[in-house]
């Protein structure tokens, strides 16, 4: 059973640019939670998903920041033209229902570096 | 809004010895968990304490859960090299919809 997929492993991006992070949830998972560190930060709530629907994105940045989780395909954290300060570690995780979040698991993260 | 703080922020210590690190949070929760990373890798689930006075040990780490203190410790007994790594305390607020609250991190340095 393979676990909380992402990728790419490592983006680089120019300023202006746009980044596309997927993340595909372990088999029989249906809920996805995004997390952003920051360079020697702890983990920011970004947003969280289930299938086809957007269910608390009160950590997302107003503007430039979006996320999806179709019904078929990975999830999607989407950010448009791109500055300095997005560079940083991007997590998910996903978990079998919203309720348990001992049973979040992580993915080995996608490394944003913006030049 | 939920704020988690982690103290010490770094530690360095010898093998041998043993250190406590602590976790407070702003809000009831009787929910919190422990993480260990590595650098560059993905977070590691170390413990989950689900109820008040709730204690669990795995070789030589021990967390413990404080929910009236609104406190958890992570003791480190006798370190040894392997140890060294970032860890990470988050609290589960709950009403927030399982989503977590990470402390900023104690980065653990075990010198030989």
């Known amino acids: 059973n393979a676990g909380v997929m992402q990728n790419p492993r490592h983006l680089v991006r120019r300023r202006g640019q746009e980044a596309r992070l997927r993340c595909s949830p372990m088999?029989?998972?249906?809920?996805v939670y995004w997390y952003r560190q920051l360079p020697e930060e702890g983990l920011k709530f970004m947003v969280y998903?289930?299938?086809?629907?957007?269910?608390?994105e009160s950590g997302m940045p107003k503007e430039r920041f979006s996320a999806e989780f179709p019904k078929e395909g990975p999830s999607i954290l989407r950010i448009q033209q791109v500055v300095r300060g997005d560079s940083a570690a991007y997590f998910c995780?996903?978990?079998?229902?919203?309720?348990?979040?001992?049973?979040?698991?992580f993915g080995p993260g996608t490394r944003l570096t913006v030049t | 809004e939920l704020k988690v703080e982690q103290n010490p922020l770094f530690l360095s210590m010898q093998e041998g010895k043993n250190y406590t690190i602590y976790c407070n949070y702003s809000?009831?929760?009787?929910?919190l968990y422990w993480y260990r990373q590595d650098p560059g890798k993905s977070l590691e689930s170390l413990f989950v304490?689900?109820?008040?006075?709730a204690v669990k040990q795995e070789g030589r780490l021990m967390a413990s859960l404080d929910t009236k203190a609104r406190l958890s410790t992570l003791h480190i007994t006798a370190a040894v090299h392997d140890l060294s790594a970032t860890y990470f305390c988050?609290?589960?607020?709950?009403?927030?919809?399982?989503?977590?609250?990470f402390g900023e991190g104690t980065q653990l340095t075990v010198n030989p």
């Open positions: 995780a996903s978990s079998p229902n919203g309720g348990a979040p001992w049973e979040q698991y």
């Open positions: 088999k029989g998972h249906s809920h």
């Open positions: 998903l289930q299938k086809e629907n957007i269910i608390d």
């Open positions: 809000t009831t929760s009787d929910r």
């Open positions: 304490l689900l109820s008040n006075g």
């Open positions: 988050a609290v589960d607020e709950l009403r927030s919809g399982s989503r977590l609250t």
